[in-house]
């Protein structure tokens, strides 16, 4: 089976980051910064965590958008059918 590339995988490409296989997805590993280099980013501005290659769970039937409203912390009344949003459970 081939690995599959989640929606970020052509900017962890253009940032020179290190790609290795990792729960079937092809995922950066390493920067060429280096670790202290990233460590120090995210402690004195921002990171960005690709969780793209993570679990997803489908809702369906009559009720599925209450059922997430009441379970989630974003707002998915207005959100198309078919459609995903990350979001913390």
């Known amino acids: 089976m081939s690995e ?10 253009a940032l020179g980051g290190k ?7 092809l ?3 390493q920067y060429p910064a ?3 280099a990233e460590h120090m980013a995210v402690r004195e501005k921002a ?4 969780v793209s290659h993570m679990g997803e769970i ?6 599925a ?3 997430l409203q009441t379970l989630l912390t974003n707002d998915f009344s207005s959100m198309p059918l078919n459609k995903a ?3 913390v459970m």
């Open 65 to 67: 958008t209450a059922n």
């Open 85 to 87: 949003r990350y979001s």
């Open 47 to 50: 990171g960005l965590f690709d």
């Open 4 to 13: 599959l590339k989640t929606p970020l995988y052509e900017a962890h490409m």
């Open 34 to 36: 280096g670790v202290i």
């Open 27 to 29: 995922m950066p590993v």
């Open 58 to 63: 489908l809702f369906k039937g009559p009720d």
């Open 19 to 25: 790609i290795l296989p990792f729960a079937g997805y």
